[in-house]
């Protein structure tokens, strides 16, 4: 058993029996392919590294045949590897990832010359409708080279799909690792959300006291990050609205972001109908009149009266096929948290609610019970990864 053996699967099971072979290009960014292909590996890949000349000056083979565990192809021989990886044969990859690509292979891919073994891997591969995503990755001026732009809208028109590049200064940047591998997923994964437009509603409401202080709570914002990722790695047309956040939000997620229940109550209402709307976000019940500038430290005693605010997700059903709702509860017997979640699915009505005890909070494993509309109650334990597609499975049972 190889070493990367024991990573395989370790993230997630999203790319589970799924082959890719990964092109590497003489970009500089060639560097960032051990971590990416290891990271392709964590969530269940077999990876397949193909280099060409100029890229072996940059990384080593041996490098990425510790990498990834599986032999390097250098060069295509007598074995004709692009046949077997991906012509039209039985057991050839599902994907060709090219990351990152010069100019040159782009434009020699548009022109269908192969003359090195990404190119004929990606000539075999579009020949053989095999899915092909590529990373561009280059000086700023070469990407404004009519030519290169010419032939990058060539690769779109024949069905490759572009991930990137980032706009940085003077450089047109490789697409950062998270966002080729979502991509990568979405592209071969489970593909069950395709078409669905799904919005997701996370994080915590911040009420003003004054100027300076807020009311907020100890939401962090994680399950609504991993609820839009886990919609856009199966395809979905995903929104994801963030209040207050502690976690990172993957840029390419593209997140809308509010303070106030009021803020979020605008947003709800200048939305159109979707077909999936979840909410985990963590929104104030109650907030106070907040005071102009900021309230003068140093007083014996300061009483600040708290008025209830607006429930968003009645706002929100007139605009959701599906609306999911999270209770959130803290110290509760499991008998009467199924209650009260019972409750809520009854009073506003929802299709579905996700009771949590509060007491998960900020952890890594999180336990939850998803009440759904037979009144079954599906109990969870597990990474806020795979509470996430758990949800999204029970909303596509709902569907059925
Ligand atoms: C250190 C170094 C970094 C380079 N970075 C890039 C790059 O980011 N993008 C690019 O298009 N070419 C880059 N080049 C130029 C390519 O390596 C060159 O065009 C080469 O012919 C590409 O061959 P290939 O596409 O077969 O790998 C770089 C060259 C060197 C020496």
């Not at 370790?10 to 960014?29: D, H, M, N, Q, V």
């Not at 021989?77 to 690509?101: C, F, N, R, W, Y």
């Not at 020699?108 to 990755?137: F, N």
Request: aromatic share 4%; charged share 25%.
């Amino acid at each position: 058993m190889h070493p990367t053996d024991a990573l395989r699967g370790t993230r997630s099971k999203a790319l589970e029996g799924k082959r890719i072979a990964l092109g590497i290009t003489g970009s500089i960014a060639a560097v960032e392919c051990f971590e990416l292909a290891r990271e392709l590996i964590r969530h269940g890949a077999q990876v397949h590294a193909v280099l060409s000349e100029d890229a072996a000056k940059l990384v080593t083979p041996w490098a990425m045949e510790f990498a990834t565990g599986n032999p390097v192809i250098e060069v295509i021989d007598g074995m004709v590897q692009h046949v077997s990886m991906l012509g039209d044969t039985e057991g050839k990859a599902d994907l060709l990832l090219i990351a990152p690509s010069t100019a040159n292979t782009i434009s020699k891919i548009a022109c269908g010359i192969d003359d090195t073994p990404v190119t004929t891997m990606a000539t075999t591969a579009i020949g053989s409708h095999t899915p092909v995503i590529v990373a561009p990755a280059m000086h700023l001026a070469m990407y404004q080279n009519p030519f290169v732009k010419r032939n990058l809208e060539a690769l779109t028109s024949a069905g490759v799909e572009l991930v990137g590049p980032r706009i940085e200064g003077k450089k047109a940047k490789v697409a950062e690792n998270d966002e080729i591998v979502a991509r990568v997923i979405r592209r071969i994964g489970r593909r069950d959300l395709v078409g669905r437009k799904v919005l997701v509603i996370g994080g915590s409401s911040e009420e003003p006291i004054d100027e300076m202080r807020v009311i907020t709570n100890r939401g962090t914002g994680a399950t609504g990050v991993q609820l839009a990722l886990a919609a856009f790695h199966r395809g979905a047309e995903v929104e994801l609205w963030m209040g207050r956040c502690q976690v990172p939000i993957p840029g390419f997620l593209g997140a809308k972001r509010f303070a106030t229940v009021a803020d979020l109550l605008r947003l709800v209402k200048a939305e159109k109908e979707h077909d999936i709307v979840i909410v985990p976000a963590a929104l104030g019940d109650y907030a106070p009149q907040a005071s102009k500038g900021k309230i003068l430290s140093g007083r014996k005693d300061l009483d600040l009266t708290l008025l209830p605010l607006p429930k968003v997700l009645e706002a929100l059903r007139p605009k959701a096929k599906v609306l999911v709702g999270f209770k959130a509860e803290h110290g509760l017997e499991e008998k009467e948290l199924v209650a009260r979640a019972k409750r809520k699915l009854d009073s506003v009505p929802l299709e579905m609610v996700v009771a949590n005890d509060l007491r998960s909070v900020g952890l890594d494993i999180t336990r939850a019970l998803i009440v759904t509309p037979k009144r079954e109650t599906v109990r969870f334990e597990g990474r806020k990864s795979e509470l996430a597609d758990r949800v999204l499975d029970q909303v596509l049972q709902l569907k059925g």
